[in-house]
């Protein structure tokens, strides 16, 4: 009778034992599959989701999100605050003269249009599509001006600039916000002909200015000339006369042309 409880005593134990190891297994398993399936989007991002590499169409915003476990569900973050993108451009002008320069261009995908872009793009859109367009656009608005007019008129080059990636990059659900052209550079033949020219043009100016100068002074020698007749010092010097006769008049009989004897 001891030994028949003792039996029944260790087969409870038994299955205690296997109550727990089975509970604690699907513990483990719903923990894992529930990490598992959780995914974390950061501030200003946004998280396409995929199916067995298929675009579902979901989009995951900030914050925590759930997710099919186990890689049934994959998701790629895409950044969509305002990047920057850097790119080192060249062109020709209209007169076929070689410029480059440094852009910088402002963007920023669009919410709503991200699985669209991972879809027809790819994660690498920027090398694909973004760096290509400003390339492109650059040497076709830097092709409408000759040089001269790319340096008098290079606000007027960066509107065309930005106007036109604006209009490349929209369909795509990119938005470019600005777009600077910074260290505007022509080649060296070139530039040292526009220096010879402004070297040139001061020099001009410079001698125009002398000849002015040296027509201004002798219109004033002239009109001094005119001015200063023999009535006139004959009237200045009886002005500032003293009233006192000369002691030595030089052999003459007059003082100011006027007979000092009657």
Do not use: C
């Amino acid at each position: 009778m001891v030994q028949k409880r003792r039996v029944i005593q260790e087969r409870g134990e038994m299955l205690q034992s296997r109550k727990f190891i089975i509970f604690a297994v699907l513990t483990v398993f719903l923990a894992i599959t529930f990490f598992s399936g959780v995914r974390q989007i950061g501030t200003g991002q946004v998280g396409v989701v995929t199916q067995y590499g298929k675009v579902t169409g979901r989009e995951l915003g900030e914050g925590l999100a759930f997710v099919l476990p186990f890689g049934l569900n994959n998701v790629t973050v895409y950044d969509i605050k305002i990047q920057k993108e850097n790119v080192s451009s060249t062109a020709a002008s209209l007169d076929l003269q070689d410029v480059s320069s440094e852009i910088v261009l402002n963007y920023q995908l669009e919410r709503g249009s991200v699985s669209n872009v991972h879809q027809t793009i790819g994660a690498n859109y920027v090398d694909k599509i973004v760096t290509p367009a400003i390339n492109e656009i650059f040497k076709a608005a830097s092709s409408k001006y000759t040089a001269s007019q790319l340096i008098t008129q290079r606000s007027k080059l960066k509107s065309d600039a930005l106007t036109g990636l604006q209009t490349r990059l929209k369909p795509f659900g990119i938005t470019v916000s600005e777009l600077s052209i910074v260290d505007f550079k022509f080649s060296d033949n070139f530039s040292s002909a526009i220096e010879e020219k402004q070297v040139a043009q001061q020099n001009a100016e410079r001698a125009k200015f002398n000849l002015e100068a040296a027509k201004t002074d002798a219109q004033a020698q002239k009109a001094q000339s005119e001015t200063l007749t023999k009535e006139f010092l004959q009237k200045q010097a009886i002005e500032k006369w003293d009233g006192k006769l000369p002691t030595y008049l030089g052999g003459g009989d007059s003082v100011f042309n006027i007979p000092l004897t009657d």
